[in-house]
């Protein structure tokens, strides 16, 4: 295991150690200025070894901050991240902040050289040491992130999707054990997204790498991520697997973020029928559209969505926005009953 010799080595519990490789207890990070900010607010939480994590949430909600306090760019004002045990070390303790065994692609390429070569700005990683290792080991990584029919360009004329494949492949160079991504697929037009994805998938089953990456897009994270965290002012309102988030959130936050639902107080909800003491999501996928006349639901507007619409139903006191196929348009205006098929209850009425 890589180790720095500033590292602390204090044993936690083997049970965590055993699944958790990076461990977050009690983070806290302020920042201030002309106004104070809380951008991490008192967080703990586990990582799972040779496994996506991702981190989601809107803009501002701390993810950044997160990640750089995970790979020690930040010092915490309170509490410590540790990887396999190990304290990470920040910029107090190491010229070059981080974990030996941990790399980051920060947002917006801002180490790559746009001017050099795609090879030079990768094999630049390897000592010269050892001229032949350090040919081979660069062929291979820029067969691994498929790139390597770029090798003689200039990073300045590749497209953004090229671009964080050599950022990616700069970061595996010397085979780290963790790589933290922010923001990965931002500049990757969205055709190219999914091919990129399923690369990184393949890397970690074949190498066992641990990868922790940030999105504001929760969509482009549901297929790829094997953990979700989410993030909201500075906390952690749920974690999970995608699925478990998606079907059953522990926030309406969560919902929303994933799912796009609607979120109703009880007595919004009771416009429904539908009798709880707390907040309620229905997902746009669970309701149903049937016109009639007598209603006195109908549909308020209709956003043109491809493949789907969504159709805003209800009145005055109430709307909703749900999934309804193409093929079968009634009109704006038309009376509609409104069929709830599932929802979700929230354990307190959170917003
Ligand atoms: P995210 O990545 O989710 O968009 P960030 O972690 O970048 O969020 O930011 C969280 C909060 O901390 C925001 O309110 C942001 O304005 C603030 N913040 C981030 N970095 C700094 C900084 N260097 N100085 C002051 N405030 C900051
Ligand atoms: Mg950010």
């Given at each position: 295991m890589a180790t720095t010799s500033s590292c602390k080595y204090i044993p936690t519990d083997t049970q965590k150690l055993d699944v958790a490789a990076i461990h977050g207890e009690n983070l806290t990070s302020i920042f201030t200025?002309?106004?104070?900010?809380?951008?991490?607010?008192?967080?703990?939480?586990?990582?799972?070894?040779k496994k996506i994590t991702a981190?989601?949430?809107?803009?501002?909600?701390?993810?950044?901050?997160?990640?750089?306090?995970?790979?020690?760019?930040?010092?915490?004002?309170?509490?410590?991240?540790?990887?396999?045990?190990?304290?990470?070390?920040?910029?107090?303790?190491?010229?070059?902040?981080?974990?030996?065994?941990m790399k980051m692609v920060s947002q917006g390429f801002d180490d790559l050289n746009l001017y050099a070569k795609v090879w030079d700005n990768i094999a630049s990683q390897l000592p010269n040491t050892n001229i032949e290792y350090k040919k081979e080991?660069?062929?291979?990584?820029?067969?691994?992130?498929?790139?390597?029919?770029?090798?003689?360009?200039?990073?300045?004329?590749?497209?953004?999707g090229e671009r964080q494949r050599v950022a990616i492949a700069r970061a595996l160079i010397n085979d780290p054990e963790v790589l933290l991504m922010d923001e990965p697929f931002n500049q990757v037009d969205a055709a190219f997204r999914d091919g990129l994805q399923q690369d990184i998938k393949q890397i970690v089953v074949e190498t066992g790498l641990t990868v922790?990456?940030?999105?504001?897009?929760p969509a482009e994270v549901l297929a790829m991520a094997d953990t979700l965290i989410v993030m909201r002012n500075g906390k952690i309102v749920d974690a999970g697997n995608p699925k478990n988030l998606y079907y059953k959130p522990k926030h309406p936050y969560t919902a929303i973020l994933l799912a796009k639902s609607n979120i109703l107080t009880p007595p919004q909800a009771s416009?429904?029928?539908?009798?709880?003491?707390?907040?309620?999501?229905?997902?746009?996928?669970?309701?149903?559209?049937?016109a009639n006349q007598n209603s006195n639901f109908s549909i308020l507007d209709i956003k043109f969505r491809g493949f789907y619409s969504e159709y805003v139903v209800g009145n005055k006191e109430i709307a909703l926005h749900a999934i309804v196929k193409t093929e079968t348009p009634i009109p704006i205006g038309t009376g509609v009953d409104i069929k709830i098929l599932n929802f979700i209850s929230f354990e307190a009425q959170l917003l």
């Amino acid at each position: 295991m890589a180790t720095t010799s500033s590292c602390k080595y204090i044993p936690t519990d083997t049970q965590k150690l055993d699944v958790a490789a990076i461990h977050g207890e009690n983070l806290t990070s302020i920042f201030t200025g002309k106004k104070e900010v809380i951008a991490v607010d008192n967080i703990s939480f586990d990582i799972e070894e040779k496994k996506i994590t991702a981190i989601i949430g809107e803009s501002g909600s701390g993810k950044s901050t997160l990640l750089k306090l995970i790979y020690g760019l930040l010092e915490p004002n309170d509490g410590e991240v540790r990887y396999k045990g190990w304290l990470v070390p920040t910029r107090k303790d190491k010229l070059i902040p981080g974990h030996d065994a941990m790399k980051m692609v920060s947002q917006g390429f801002d180490d790559l050289n746009l001017y050099a070569k795609v090879w030079d700005n990768i094999a630049s990683q390897l000592p010269n040491t050892n001229i032949e290792y350090k040919k081979e080991r660069t062929e291979k990584t820029l067969k691994k992130l498929k790139i390597d029919h770029l090798t003689q360009q200039r990073v300045a004329d590749l497209s953004g999707g090229e671009r964080q494949r050599v950022a990616i492949a700069r970061a595996l160079i010397n085979d780290p054990e963790v790589l933290l991504m922010d923001e990965p697929f931002n500049q990757v037009d969205a055709a190219f997204r999914d091919g990129l994805q399923q690369d990184i998938k393949q890397i970690v089953v074949e190498t066992g790498l641990t990868v922790v990456l940030i999105s504001h897009d929760p969509a482009e994270v549901l297929a790829m991520a094997d953990t979700l965290i989410v993030m909201r002012n500075g906390k952690i309102v749920d974690a999970g697997n995608p699925k478990n988030l998606y079907y059953k959130p522990k926030h309406p936050y969560t919902a929303i973020l994933l799912a796009k639902s609607n979120i109703l107080t009880p007595p919004q909800a009771s416009k429904l029928n539908i009798h709880q003491n707390n907040t309620i999501a229905i997902h746009q996928e669970w309701i149903d559209v049937i016109a009639n006349q007598n209603s006195n639901f109908s549909i308020l507007d209709i956003k043109f969505r491809g493949f789907y619409s969504e159709y805003v139903v209800g009145n005055k006191e109430i709307a909703l926005h749900a999934i309804v196929k193409t093929e079968t348009p009634i009109p704006i205006g038309t009376g509609v009953d409104i069929k709830i098929l599932n929802f979700i209850s929230f354990e307190a009425q959170l917003l």
